[in-house]
Nanobody, 120 residues
Framework: QVQLVESGGGLVQAGDSLRLSCAAS????????MGWFRQAPGKKREFVAA????????LYADSVKGRFTISKDNAKNTVYLQMNSLKPEDTAVYYC?????????????WGPGTQVTVSS
């Protein structure tokens, strides 16, 4: 069982930056792939970024590639999402996710979410 708690959301203006953090309660954090999803009002939940336990390059949705960066600190049991050049269409609830496998779709563990609002 993994508990996830996101922080760092808020209200910013278009073009600003924001960093989300997600603290995971597990003794085997390095065994998990970690990621972020988001859900905007009236839209389906969508994949944003992931960093896999197996290593390799992180995965990103096309809509955030080049603007968002995911990173993981195994010593702190924390995953981050650095969001630059924010756009109003990035407005959503952002969810931290964890899974033994990971990818762009299926994750077993979800945080409660943190709101990000980008004004134009």
């Amino acid at each position: 069982q993994v508990q996830l708690v996101e922080s760092g959301g808020g209200l910013v203006q278009a073009g600003d930056s924001l960093r989300l953090s997600c603290a995971a309660s597990t003794r085997t954090f390095s065994d998990y792939s970690m990621g972020w999803f988001r859900q905007a009002p009236g839209k389906k939940r969508e994949f944003v970024a992931a960093i896999l336990r197996s290593g390799g390059n992180p995965l990103y949705a096309d809509s955030v590639k080049g603007r968002f960066t995911i990173s993981k600190d195994n010593a702190k049991n924390t995953v981050y999402l650095q969001m630059n050049s924010l756009k109003p269409e990035d407005t959503a609830v952002y969810y931290c996710v964890a899974d033994k496998i990971g990818g762009t779709h299926e994750y077993d563990y979800w945080g409660p979410g943190t709101q990000v609002t980008v004004s134009s």
